[in-house]
Every structure is written in structure tokens, then in C-alpha cells.
T-cell receptor, first 114, second 109 residues
Framework: DAGITQSPRHKVTETGTPVTLRCHQT?????MYWYRQDPGHGLRLIHY???????DKGEVSDGYSVSRSKTEDFLLTLESATSSQTSVYFC?????????????FGEGSRLTVL | GQNIDQPTEMTATEGAIVQINCTYQ??????LFWYQQHAGEAPTFLSY??LDGLEEKGRFSSFLSRSKGYSYLLLKELQMKDSASYLC??????????WGAGTKLIIKP
């Protein structure tokens, strides 16, 4: 058990409101990721982090920002939510000390933007 | 561009064998991964191939041909609990995972 929790698990919000999703890990793994998953698409990387205050953009980073002020927490923020950001968001970690493809995922956060 | 192709849906019978194919095109290659995802749940890691050949892990095996940009996941002695989506992902030269859209496997009694 990689000890990853996401919150909230479900959220309904309105267009234009800010939303923050939290990913918390109980172990000091270096690499953390935020993905979104939509029907007909593969998982798409939004942002990732390779340490405290070290983050980088993924392929679909527009409209999203992240912060990692502590090893255990990786926050994803939608500054002004849009309907196109309705999705299931997964946080993931790599238990290795480097960026590998063997990821452990949180349970997901289902976001609906009306 | 980078791309992963896998069938959208497959149906198989309990107790049988099924092969899920995946073809990939990436800028560089650092491995091929298979994940299982039950409906409404998170993906879970199944296998990793970086060298050509077959890797066997219990009822599941994964094959890779780097020259053909091709992999398959083989599931034997299918059980109802194997009903899930199977995600293929290739890692490119920047160690980024490129994901397929997943193959939904339906197991019938």
C-alpha cells in the first residue's frame, strides 16, 4: 500500500470558481504526478513534481497550477474552472527515487464543472 | 507524433485465453507498461517490458517487440474478476509515459 489519499473524492462546482485538489502520501516518495482521465483518451499528465518546490508541466497543463511545499502533499489548483475540466483526476507516485513508469495511483477525484 | 493504439473493447469467455494488443510510436523508448483498471477504480501496475520477449507473471504474460513497436498482454484461465480496462503505456526518451485509451475486457460466463 503506497499510502496515497486524494481529497475531495467528489466535487461539483460552477464555471469560474477556483478548485484545489489535494494529494497526500504517507511516505517520502520524491516523484508525484497529477493526471486526468477522460473517456476515449488515455491518461494525460497535467503536472508532476520531483521534490519540494520542484515541479514541471505535463502535456495538458494549461488552466492548472500545482504546488508542493511539503514532501507529502501535492496540490492541484484550477484557478477558474471550466466545463472542459470536468474529469476524473488521479494523483500518482513513483516509489523509486527516479522517474519510472511503475506508478501507484490514488483513488481519484471526480470533478464536475457546471 | 507519439501514439499508442489498442482495441477499444474485447469480449472473452471465462476460462479462456485472451490477447490484448498494443502498438506504439514514441520519440525514443524506455519501456512498455501494462496497467489494469476496474470500473470506478484507480489503475494498478501489471507489467513492465524493456527488452524483447515474454515476461510471465502467473496468469498474465506480457510480450514486447521493439523492432515492431508492438506489445501484447496475454491473460490465461480468465476469471470474471478480470473484467476491467487494460491500459498500455510507453515511456519515451524523456521518461514521460504515453498512454493508450485502454481496452475494456468483458468476460462472459
Amino acid at each position: 500500500d503506497a499510502g496515497i489519499t486524494q481529497s475531495p473524492r467528489h466535487k461539483v462546482t460552477e464555471t469560474g470558481t477556483p478548485v484545489t485538489l489535494r494529494c497526500h502520501q504517507t511516505e517520502n516518495h520524491r516523484y508525484m504526478y497529477w493526471y486526468r482521465q477522460d473517456p476515449g483518451h488515455g491518461l494525460r499528465l497535467i503536472h508532476y513534481s520531483y521534490g519540494v518546490k520542484d515541479t514541471d508541466k505535463g502535456e495538458v497543463s494549461d488552466g492548472y497550477s500545482v504546488s508542493r511545499s511539503k514532501t507529502e502533499d501535492f496540490l492541484l489548483t484550477l484557478e477558474s474552472a471550466t466545463s472542459s475540466q470536468t474529469s476524473v483526476y488521479f494523483c500518482a507516485i513513483s516509489e523509486s527515487d527516479r522517474d519510472t513508469g511503475e506508478l501507484f495511483f490514488g483513488e481519484g477525484s471526480r470533478l464536475t464543472v457546471l | 507524433g507519439q501514439n499508442i493504439d489498442q482495441p477499444t473493447e474485447m469480449t472473452a469467455t471465462e476460462g479462456a485465453i485472451v490477447q490484448i494488443n498494443c502498438t506504439y510510436q514514441t520519440s525514443g523508448f524506455n519501456g512498455l507498461f501494462w496497467y489494469q483498471q476496474h470500473a470506478g477504480e484507480a489503475p494498478t501496475f501489471l507489467s513492465y517490458n524493456v527488452l524483447d520477449g515474454l515476461e510471465e507473471k502467473g496468469r498474465f504474460s506480457s510480450f514486447l517487440s521493439r523492432s515492431k513497436g508492438y506489445s501484447y498482454l496475454l491473460l490465461k484461465e480468465l476469471q470474471m474478476k478480470d473484467s476491467a480496462s487494460y491500459l498500455c503505456a510507453a515511456m519515451d526518451s524523456n521518461y514521460q509515459l504515453i498512454w493508450g485509451a485502454g481496452t475494456k475486457l468483458i468476460i462472459k460466463p
